[in-house]
């Protein structure tokens, strides 16, 4: 069974970093996509960053390009989200989810955690 489990989360002020871990286990994730996303308070589910798994490549929201670096290491099964430049409209809970290679969809979801920013 895949199991997504985040850390890292917490309270900041504007300007600061955070960095956001997601370690997974239960499968091989070669070949798969892994990504960010967060949910403010009210609003609905945006999508924030992914990784391919093997090559590493990632993709951003315009929102925090240029702030924000996705990251994976394959030996420890572990993807990181380094938050710099943190702002209030980034406050959010962060969650992380797998996409197999064949999958239209993010199929695992981790619980998340809770990022604030505060001004």
């Known amino acids: 069974q895949v199991q997504l489990v985040e850390s890292g989360g917490g309270l900041v002020q504007t300007g600061g970093s955070l960095r956001l871990s997601c370690a997974a286990s239960g499968r091989t994730f070669s070949g798969g996509t892994m990504g960010w996303f967060r949910q403010a308070p009210g609003k609905e589910r945006k999508f924030v960053a992914a990784i391919t798994w093997n090559s590493g490549t990632g993709t951003y929201a315009d929102s925090v390009k240029g702030r924000f670096t996705i990251s994976r290491d394959t030996a420890k099964n572990t993807m990181y989200l380094q938050m710099n430049s943190l702002i209030p409209e980034d406050t959010a809970v962060y969650s992380c989810?797998?996409?197999?290679?064949?999958?239209?969809?993010?199929?695992?979801w981790g619980q998340g955690t809770r990022v604030t920013v505060s001004s």
């Open positions: 989810a797998f996409r197999g290679l064949f999958q239209v969809g993010y199929a695992y």
